[in-house]
C-alpha cells in the first residue's frame, strides 16, 4: 500500500517538477536576453497580470467553460445519435458520411463569421461552433466501436433471437465505450478551441475575447494569462473525462457479452 502511494505521489511529481523548470529557464531567458515584455512577457509578469485581474479573468473563464462543456454534450449527442443510425443504415450512412467529411475538410474559422451571423450574439453560436469541432472524432469512432463486433457473438445473439435493442445495448454499446472515451478526451480539448474561435469573432465576453482584446491594447501578459486559463481548462476537461472513463469501464465490465 505504501510502496502504491509513493508511486503515484513520484508519478505526479515528474510532471511538476518538468514544468517548474520550463518556467524557471523562461524567467531566466527573458531577464537574460532583456527581452520586451510586448514581445514574450516572462512568467512572473504573466502571474501578476493574472492576479491583478483575477476577477474579470475568472468571469470569462466561466463563460468558455460552459460554452465548452454544452458544445461537448451537444456534439456527443449528435455524433452519437448518427454514428448509430449509421451502423444500422448503410443507405443513410453512405447518403450523409460524405457531408460529414466535408465538414471535417472544411476550413472552420471561415464558419465563424456566418455562424455568428445566424445564431446571433448570445452564447449559442459559440455552443455550436464548439460543437462543430469537436463532432467529427466522437462520429468516427462512435461508427467503429459500434460495428467492429465479433462476428461469432453477433451470430449467437441471432440463435437466440436477440432483439435490436438488446443486440445494441448488451453487445454493442459496452464494445463501443473504449472507443467513444477516446473520442471524448480528444473532442474535449477541441471543444475549447471552437469555443474559443467562435469568441474571437462575435463575442464580448469569454477567453477568446480577453485574448483579442489584450492583444488590441498591447497588453501581452494578460493575453498570456487567457491563454494559459484556457490551456489549463482543456487540461482539466480531458482529466475529466478520463476520471469519467474510469467510473464506465465499470459499466462495460457488467454489461459486455
Known sequence: MGKSCFGKVKKGLFPGIVFAL??????????????????????????????????????????TAFESVLGLFLAFAVAFFLSVLFVYSKNIKNALYPFAIALKATPLVALAPLIVLWFGSSILPMVVMSAIIAFFPILVNGIEGLELVEKEK??????????????F???????????????????????????????????????????????????????????????????????????????????????SF
Not at 453477433?154 to 443486440?167: M, V
Not at 487567457?226 to 473525462?241: D, E, K, M, P, Q
Open 22 to 63: 520550463f518556467f524557471l529557464a523562461w524567467e531566466i531567458l527573458v531577464k537574460a536576453f532583456n527581452i520586451n515584455r510586448i514581445t514574450l512577457p516572462s512568467p512572473l509578469e504573466i502571474l501578476a497580470a493574472m492576479f491583478s485581474n483575477a476577477e474579470y479573468l475568472g468571469s470569462n473563464f466561466l463563460i
Open 154 to 167: 453477433l451470430e449467437l445473439f441471432k440463435i437466440h433471437k436477440a432483439s435490436k435493442f438488446s443486440e
Open 169 to 255: 445495448f448488451k453487445l454493442r454499446l459496452p464494445n463501443a465505450l473504449p472507443f467513444i472515451f477516446s473520442a471524448l478526451k480528444i473532442a474535449s480539448t477541441l471543444a475549447v478551441v471552437g469555443a474559443i474561435i467562435g469568441e474571437f469573432t462575435g463575442s464580448g465576453k469569454g477567453l477568446g475575447f480577453v485574448i483579442v482584446n489584450a492583444s488590441y491594447y498591447l497588453d501581452i501578459p494578460l493575453m498570456f494569462g487567457a491563454i494559459g486559463l484556457a490551456s489549463l481548462w482543456g487540461i482539466t476537461f480531458f482529466v475529466a473525462i478520463s476520471l469519467l472513463e474510469t467510473k464506465a469501464s465499470f459499466f462495460q465490465k457488467m454489461t
